[in-house]
């Protein structure tokens, strides 16, 4: 191999290693956040609730529908031995929904505790961030098998989390600046509509955000493998102190 040889190798090292690290990150984020499947569950309540509302403006038949259609994805997950995670929030989520919906008899209100859950969840996402532990990391630090790792020895990381974890706060206040308002103005069934469409587009903004951050930040540490390492090491030492005694 000549001199000239050697930078282009390294060059196509890097690109490799670029390449597999957003490899890693776009399966991290489509396993954390769900994927297609994902986002159709978290639609489909909801969708199937303002079109019967729209249809016949009955809000039981509405509920009713909206409720077991959310069950029926778990059902189906659990028949296909998948995980349950994504439907089971949407089950609760629409639940939480239709006991609000009932009491009031408001069916505007069906949407309420998921408003909250998002106004909730974005003030988390600064919070947490400010406070050095942002969010986003907690949530993927396990996917990437890094767990906490990058708050103290991956620096580069943390900075990509915290930026990841600012942008879907304030993507997600965003949603709800649009939402609250329409909530008091908007009759039921265009305020449905409105909170639909605004369902997936903040969604994909923030994971794709989320994606750039983390593709130009430093690999994760894999901890895991850290302990399996050293557990193998151990015990080729007790090996070799065994052999020696």
Not at 142 to 148: D, G, I, R, T, W
Not at 183 to 191: E, H, L, P, V
């Amino acid at each position: 191999m000549t001199s000239l040889d050697k930078p282009t190798e390294d060059a196509q090292r890097d690109a490799q290693d670029a390449q597999d690290s957003r490899a890693v990150t776009e399966a991290a984020l489509f396993e954390a956040f769900g994927g297609l499947r994902g986002m159709i569950e978290t639609v489909l309540p909801g969708l199937l609730f303002v079109t019967i509302f729209t249809i016949n403006k009955d809000l039981h038949s509405a509920a009713i529908a909206a409720l077991g259609v959310s069950i029926l994805l778990v059902v189906v997950r659990l028949v296909m031995k998948d995980t349950v995670k994504h439907a089971f929030s949407g089950v609760f989520g629409v639940a939480f929904g239709v006991v609000f919906a009932m009491m009031t008899g408001n069916a505007k209100d069906f949407y309420l505790p998921g408003m909250l859950y998002t106004l909730g969840l974005a003030l988390a996402y600064i919070v947490t961030t400010l406070a050095g532990v942002p969010l986003i990391g907690l949530i993927l630090g396990p996917v990437f098998k890094e767990n906490l790792s990058w708050r103290t020895r991956n620096p580069g990381r943390k900075k990509a989390y915290a930026k990841a974890s600012y942008a879907w706060g304030l993507i997600l206040l965003a949603k709800c600046a649009i939402l609250f308002p329409l909530y008091w103005w908007a009759d039921t069934t265009q305020f449905g509509w409105v909170l639909i469409a605004l369902k997936i587009p903040p969604f994909l903004l923030a994971v794709w955000l989320t994606w750039v951050f983390l593709a130009k930040a430093p690999p994760p540490i894999d901890v895991f493998a850290e302990m399996e390492a050293e557990e193998k090491a151990e015990k080729e030492r007790q090996a070799a102190a065994r052999s020696v005694e």
